[in-house]
């Protein structure tokens, strides 16, 4: 869908309520037209967690706990074997 937008005398583009509270980056693209693209935000302490390494570990433990079942754990037996 295209719509045409004004840019007002404040330099600012109405998008619309649909979109309101949503992040967007905007590129320039060669010619001085402007692009749009919707975009997650991830705060910076947590940026390790979506680099291609992580991801991978991650995905691996996915699979992991969809092929194996939750077991019951031996706390007692388990202190027993740390001596505490």
């Known amino acids: 869908m295209q719509t ?3 840019v007002g005398k404040r330099g600012q583009i109405s ?6 509270g949503q992040a967007f980056v905007l590129q320039e693209l060669p ?12 705060p910076f ?4 967690l979506h680099e291609p390494a992580m ?3 991650l995905a ?6 969809q092929q194996n079942s ?4 031996d706390l007692a037996g388990l202190a027993k074997k740390l001596g505490t």
């Open 4 to 6: 045409i937008k004004v």
């Open 15 to 20: 998008v619309g309520k649909a979109l309101a």
């Open 31 to 42: 010619g001085g037209d402007l692009l749009l693209k919707r975009a997650v935000l991830v």
């Open 45 to 48: 302490d947590e940026r390790w």
């Open 55 to 57: 991801k991978a570990k």
């Open 60 to 65: 691996q433990a996915e699979k992991w706990m």
């Open 70 to 73: 939750p077991t019951s754990s």
